[in-house]
């Protein structure tokens, strides 16, 4: 689904409860810098939750746009989302950031990319980053075949991803939107 190299970032929908996770690791080309780092953020009065895979510093220029977004949009999620793609795809500034984000409230989790793709999963997960299809696919599974809460599913998913995934630590933040 993505092309940014390392990092997992992990969103799971069950019963009205959504969580996102992401692990610590920060790495420059083949060397890790720092280890704990916290990639998911609460926006929007703690209403919404978003992760990102990417560039930090483009990454936080994103939150910090999206939360805009949010706030002109009275915390509209969706309205949000399909504004801000549009920003990130026509702006010329906007358009080289190099990071994706996955964004949830209480009925949405969805995916952002600067292509302007604005995506919402058919199976209630989504994942990014270069870990993303390892905690997916752990994911999906243990939604099949367990009654795990969504924030169980995203540690123990992030925690398959941290064991295959070099680019992905077990040093995890997940928050949760009940």
């Keep these: 689904m993505d092309k940014i ?12 409860k959504i969580s996102i996770g992401g692990d610590g690791q920060v790495t420059l080309g083949h060397s890790v810098l ?3 780092a916290s990639k998911i953020r609460k926006l929007f009065e703690g209403k919404v939750i978003a992760g990102f895979a990417g560039s930090t510093a ?3 220029t994103l939150f910090e746009k999206f939360e805009e977004r949010l706030k002109s949009y009275k915390g509209n999620l969706k309205r949000a989302a399909v ?10 500034i906007l358009r080289r950031l190099e990071a994706m984000i996955v964004v949830a409230d209480k009925e949405n989790l969805l995916v952002l990319t600067g292509m302007g793709d604005v995506l919402e999963p058919d199976d209630d997960v989504i994942a990014i980053g270069s870990g993303g299809n390892y905690a ?8 099949q075949h367990t009654e795990m809460k969504p ?4 540690e123990a998913s992030l925690k398959i991803a941290a064991e295959i995934c070099v680019y992905t630590n077990s040093n995890f933040v997940i928050e949760e939107v009940k």
């Excluded at 997916?136 to 939604?143: E, I, M």
């Design 83 to 92: 504004e801000m793609a549009k920003d990130w795809r026509s702006d010329k």
């Design 5 to 16: 190299i390392g990092t997992t970032i992990l969103g799971v929908r069950r019963n009205n």
């Design 151 to 154: 924030k169980q599913i995203v």
């Design 34 to 36: 720092k280890s704990k």
């Design 58 to 60: 483009d990454s936080f």
């Design 136 to 143: 997916r696919s752990a994911a999906l599974a243990l939604l």
